[in-house]
T-cell receptor, first 114, second 109 residues
Framework: GGIITQTPKFLIGQEGQKLTLKCQQNFNHDTMYWYRQDSGKGLRLIYYSITENDLQKGDLSEGYDASREKKSSFSLTVTSAQKNEMAVFLC?????????????FGEGSRLIVV | GQGVEQPDNLMSVEGTFARVNCTYSTSGFNGLSWYQQREGHAPVFLSYVVLDGLKDSGHFSTFLSRSNGYSYLLLTELQIKDSASYLCAVRDSNYQLIWGSGTKLIIKP
């Protein structure tokens, strides 16, 4: 079995600050995702990547940057943290392709903006 | 626009059953998945359906009706540890996942 590790579990920053979340997977999956989870709303896709150095924007990409430095890692940067961005950020990976592929999620990183 | 709808909350009793509903309206359909998410933890895959009918996986069963844009997740012989949120996600014609907001299932002794 594999695992997805997100760091940090809690990220505290000031309004306007640039903040970075990291994600590592050892499934050897091609595709990785960053989702935002807000209370009472469905998961919203921020960025995804189908291979190393690839980046695809999701519906919520504005205000975020991402980087797929290598196959096993995918980082997300909040370019200027806002108080209305306090949410849980979930990283996931999958084998990709057009099948009903299963997503494997990390435990989440909670962003707190003070 | 596209949407996946789920009730916010559902309550049931230990030892009985619970049916978590999901309705969707999407541009095309390429399958529907269910995930379980315990408080403060990662969503975990439970089931995937693409054909109409009931798929029995023991403790969890999944029903799909594509013509009605409707699915449900049925949990039988409920245990307290089944208390969690259950997320429904539909893959549209572009193979993009559209997520519901999840149903929080509370199980009373």
């Amino acid at each position: 079995g594999g695992i997805i590790t997100q760091t940090p579990k809690f990220l505290i920053g000031q309004e306007g600050q640039k903040l970075t979340l990291k994600c590592q997977q050892n499934f050897n999956h091609d595709t990785m995702y960053w989702y935002r989870q807000d209370s009472g709303k469905g998961l919203r896709l921020i960025y995804y990547s189908i291979t190393e150095n690839d980046l695809q924007k999701g519906d919520l990409s504005e205000g975020y940057d991402a980087s797929r430095e290598k196959k096993s890692s995918f980082s997300l940067t909040v370019t200027s943290a806002q108080k209305n961005e306090m949410a849980v950020f979930l990283c996931a990976s999958s084998t990709g392709g057009d099948s009903g592929n299963t997503l494997y999620f990390g435990e989440g990183s909670r962003l707190i903006v003070v | 626009g596209q949407g996946v709808e789920q009730p916010d909350n559902l309550m049931s009793v230990e030892g009985t059953f619970a049916r978590v509903n999901c309705t969707y309206s999407t541009s095309g359909f390429n399958g529907l998945s269910w995930y379980q998410q315990r408080e403060g933890h990662a969503p975990v895959f439970l089931s995937y359906v693409v054909l109409d009918g009931l798929k029995d996986s023991g403790h969890f069963s999944t029903f799909l009706s594509r013509s009605n844009g409707y699915s449900y997740l049925l949990l039988t012989e409920l245990q307290i540890k089944d208390s969690a949120s259950y997320l429904c996600a539909v893959r549209d014609s572009n193979y993009q996942l559209i997520w519901g907001s999840g149903t929080k299932l509370i199980i009373k002794p």
